[in-house]
């Protein structure tokens, strides 16, 4: 990005949470200029031509749900990229009961709407516990897929992906 190679917007901080997403704080101290807004670009150019590029590519846009609007999901679908999105964020209790209710939870989604998408992070009580279940799942009619199954060419409401 231009901006930061000539130091005119500058990474104060980043926070990365494995497998999850990475956010990065920046800063200026020139007059006029708005850090965040360079790093999307004049009305989200950049963030268009990310996702243009995903679509020239036919690569999937993957968009967790942590917000309730994301302006990339906009993006992706203008850009007519495949989408698909988390149905179900399993670990947001990282403890074996808040877990299995989410998976409870991803269970009652996929026979109401015949498919879900379950997101969760790599901590070892989710792997552990997401270990343990998934033989289960297919005892109770469910299949997992990869997520490209359900994506949408282009725009769906994916690490773990199940469908009845």
């Known amino acids: 990005m231009p901006e930061i190679a000539d130091g005119t917007v500058e990474i104060s901080a980043i926070a990365r949470e494995a497998g999850h997403r990475t956010k990065i704080a920046v800063r200026t101290s ?14 989200g150019q950049r963030v268009r031509a990310v ?6 590519r036919g690569l999937l846009f993957f968009y967790n749900g942590v917000n309730s609007y ?3 999901m906009s993006s992706a679908r203008q850009a007519r990229a495949g989408i698909a999105s988390a149905t179900v964020t399993l670990d947001n209790d990282q403890t ?10 991803l269970e009652n989604e996929a026979h109401k709407n015949g498919f879900a998408i379950g997101v969760a992070s790599p901590f070892p009580v989710s792997l552990a516990r997401i270990a343990e279940w998934a033989p289960s799942a297919e005892l109770h009619g469910f299949r997992i897929v990869p ?3 359900l994506a949408k060419q282009p725009a769906l409401s ?3 992906a199940i469908r009845r």
């Open 70 to 72: 994301s302006a990339a």
């Open 51 to 56: 996702m243009s590029e995903l679509a020239a």
């Open 30 to 43: 020139v007059p006029g200029v708005n850090a965040k807004g360079a790093c999307i670009g004049p009305m």
């Open 96 to 105: 074996s009961a808040g877990l299995d209710a989410r998976l409870t939870e």
């Open 158 to 160: 994916a690490e773990a």
């Open 147 to 149: 997520v490209s199954a």
